[in-house]
């Protein structure tokens, strides 16, 4: 005979949530804060530092996987718009392109990591090489991390027929836009400054 | 609303999302993994007082070496483990793991932790990483062995260590570091949400002040020390060179010292979040056996808030010797002896509270003026190190390690072991027994003091940490037999635990059972009954009073009334 037990659960508001996701973006804003000002002692004391964009296809790259993203924070927010209003065929698809869209990132971000091999540009090869492709590494970890989180969230959201719960999406969307604001910030430093 | 579940073995006890449960779990991770780090203790210390001789049978060490003889190598695999071990494994585990987890939501008055599911996968996360750790022992060419500090290029393979347990090491700390981050996020957030009615932030229980802080600073500088190790695990294993220079380098522009700056950043809060429990479980047990209100509590909690603040800024106390310029070294100098202030402030606090007193000398209350007695000293061997002009002579010598082994061993040690004896009637509804427990303390802290004070004492002779062979340098020979006596009594030190574990594991199986409230203690968690169910309270309390409430003259029958008993008009 199995242990029938009283198990009361713990119920957290939504505040509650959205204040636990806000302290883990502080940590991770603390993990990239240390990259980057590892960042920039290092490119200091280097002196002749060359950005990886001299090439215009890098830099073109660049710029699209910026538009990419701010584009998928667009139709991020399109999407909880309607999880709102709560129709479950438009919170598919925004958040679907969503989705779409941060994979495309990724393999934009991975064809762009090729053509630096190729020219030369490794890891290996110069400091502004390992500087390049551990931010931009590390950035990528977090955004396929966040599809992850994106592609849960779609599941949960409207995993009940007839209804759209809003709270996962509400969080995965903190982490998304301070992916995107990230990837601004990475983009600014790395490329045009 | 409560829901009827059913409870397997493997959800009650191994997944458990119960914070009590897991906070089991953590105890017992972090009690094998302290006898673990002792022990490899008692093997360096043979080695210092003996050098070059086999160990004793008593020390296994024909189980662990080849003919009992520890080479250089092992020697520092063993300083480098000892201290990663205690820091990550012991400490951070039993003070903050365990009771934080077992502490925060009893005394607060909340059915559990924010995020319980979140909680489980801390513990796991944290036994992933010990077997990673464990693992790394048994490669060719060993564990690491770079000092739990792991400065580059020694820590690279660059002119460095061979093998991988470096490696390994990185990866086994990431992932408690991973740990130690989720365990944070729950303890912020549940201390910020979960609050019983009437629990204001000044009415919470000191210990609880410790931990909420001690979890903000981890959720603040452990990523750092997350980032530096990805760029140590990068060097180490695609080749890059972040952390190498000079002529070891084949590619230019790496720094060795970003390194140690990165590692410090991190590292000095660190020291703090070790302590802080312990700052807070002091306050409040020396209140409980004082019979008398926490001296200045609000003062005690903003004086750790401002050591939050300040340990923030000082890291480069650490690097005073790398040939920093004078007025970066007077300007942390400055900030460091500035922490000395709360510090001093909250230790004052602490006699405060005793000065007076109703003192009852029950186990816990021994440990925790035995915490006053080792963090008064300690703090005090701090100020020489934090002063540029003395500590270019005592960096890297034994004079520091007996410095952060009294603050942070034996102050940390004893809150734990006081933690322990305190809240284990609640945790395992047994009673210690008390006699071992008053002689355990007194066969702990007499060889304790020895072995760390004479620590400093052969520092200030000159003697330098990780050493293999001090007798190597001539200057040394003369206090050999100093070295011997402290080995002498790190072993009784050593062996003495085992009355501590006696009594810990025979209780457990054959106490006695113990009563609600065995401490008279005014906290939430002395009002339940044991076994404490899942969900802690059947209603939620609501909180009148103030968490040290001892011998308040309007309550006529008792020295004491609970946090959630109206005070009587």
Not at chain 1, 79 to 94: F, H, K, N
Not at chain 2, 390 to 413: N, P, W
Not at chain 2, 509 to 514: C, D, F, L, R, T
Request: glycine share 10%; net charge neutral; proline share 5%.
């Amino acid at each position: 005979m199995s242990t029938q037990v009283i198990k009361p659960k713990v119920k957290t508001d939504e505040f509650t949530s959205v204040l636990g996701v806000l302290v883990v973006l502080g940590s991770i804003t603390m993990l990239f804060v240390a990259l980057f000002v590892s960042y920039s002692i290092l490119r200091i004391q280097f002196g002749m530092w060359s950005k990886p964009g001299t090439g215009s296809l890098p830099f073109t790259l660049g710029v699209i996987n910026t538009v990419i993203l701010m584009s998928s924070s667009w139709t991020y927010y399109k999407g909880q718009q309607y999880a709102v209003a709560g129709s479950r065929r438009q919170v598919r698809q925004w958040l679907g392109l969503t989705l779409g869209l941060g994979i495309v990132f990724l393999l934009t971000q991975l064809n762009l990591w090729r053509i630096l091999i190729d020219s030369g540009m490794t890891a290996q090869s110069n400091i502004v090489g390992s500087v390049f492709y551990m931010l931009t590494g590390m950035h990528g970890l977090h955004i396929i991390a966040a599809i992850i989180a994106l592609t849960w969230a779609i599941i949960r959201s409207i995993g009940v027929a007839g209804t759209v719960e809003i709270r996962p999406i509400k969080l995965v969307g903190l982490l998304w836009h301070f992916l995107d604001f990230l990837w601004i910030c990475l983009f600014i430093s790395i490329f045009i400054i | 609303m409560s829901e009827h579940h059913e409870q397997t073995f493997c959800s009650k006890y191994i997944f458990s999302t119960d914070h009590k449960v897991i906070a089991k779990q953590f105890l017992w991770l972090g009690l094998f993994f302290l006898a673990f780090g002792g022990f490899q203790a008692l093997l360096i210390r043979w080695q210092l007082a003996y050098p070059e001789q086999p160990l004793p049978w008593y020390l296994l060490g024909n189980l662990f070496y080849e003919g009992g003889l520890m080479t250089p190598d092992h020697y520092n695999v063993l300083f480098t483990m000892h201290g990663t071990i205690m820091i990550f494994w012991a400490i951070t585990p039993m003070l903050i793991g365990a009771f934080g987890n077992f502490i925060i939501p009893l005394q607060i008055g909340a059915p559990d932790m924010a995020f319980p599911r979140l909680n489980m996968i801390s513990f796991w996360t944290m036994f992933l990483a010990s077997i990673v750790l464990l693992a790394s022992y048994l490669l060719p060419e060993g564990a690491a062995a770079g000092g739990w500090t792991s400065y580059p290029p020694l820590s690279t393979p660059v002119g460095g260590i061979a093998g991988e347990g470096q490696t390994l090491w990185t990866l086994a700390l990431t992932l408690a570091g991973t740990s130690t981050l989720m365990g944070a996020i729950n303890y912020i957030i549940t201390v910020v949400r979960m609050r019983a009615p009437g629990m204001t932030y000044f009415k919470m229980p000191l210990s609880v002040w410790g931990l909420w802080l001690t979890s903000i600073m981890n959720a603040i500088f452990v990523p750092i020390i997350a980032a530096g190790l990805i760029l140590l695990l990068l060097d180490r294993t695609i080749g890059t060179q972040f952390f190498i220079a000079g002529g070891l380098a084949t590619v230019e522009g790496g720094d060795p010292l970003l390194y140690q700056h990165v590692f410090w950043i991190f590292g000095h809060p660190e020291v703090y979040i070790l302590i802080l429990p312990v700052w807070g479980i002091v306050s409040e047990l020396l209140s409980v056996f004082s019979r008398k209100p926490a001296f200045g509590a609000k003062v005690t909690a903003i004086c750790m808030c401002t050591i939050v603040v300040l340990s923030s800024i000082v890291w480069g106390h650490h690097m005073y010797t790398t040939g920093m310029s004078p007025l970066l070294g007077k300007a942390f100098m400055f900030l460091t002896l500035l922490i000395s202030i709360p510090s001093s402030i909250f230790f004052l606090n602490w006699l405060g509270t005793l000065w007076r007193g109703n003192l009852h000398f029950d186990p816990p209350m021994l440990f925790a003026m035995g915490v006053i007695w080792v963090f008064g000293l300690g703090g005090l061997t701090g100020l020489y190190n934090a002063t540029v002009t003395s500590d270019i002579y005592l960096h890297d010598t034994m004079f520091v390690v007996g410095h952060f082994h009294y603050t942070m061993a034996a102050s940390v040690l004893f809150g734990g072991l006081a933690a322990i004896y305190f809240w284990f009637p609640k945790m395992f509804n047994k009673k210690m027994n008390p006699l071992l427990g008053k002689i355990h303390f007194w066969v702990s802290f007499i060889p304790l003091n020895y072995v760390f004070f004479n620590m400093m004492v052969t520092g200030y002779a000159g003697q330098h940490r990780r050493l293999y062979n001090p007798s190597e340098y001539e200057f040394l020979v003369p206090i050999s037999d100093l070295n011997i006596s402290i080995t002498t009594f790190a072993i009784i030190l050593g062996f003495s635990q085992l009355i501590f574990a006696y009594n810990f594991i025979n209780s457990i199986i054959n106490g006695e059972k113990a009563e609600a409230n065995p401490w008279k203690a005014n906290t939430l968690e002395w009002t339940l009954e044991g076994p404490i169910p899942h969900g802690n309270f059947a209603t939620t309390p609501t909180v009148y009073n103030g968490p040290h409430e001892y011998s308040n003259p309007a309550v006529k029958d008792r020295d004491w009334i609970a946090q959630s008993e109206p005070m009587p008009t």
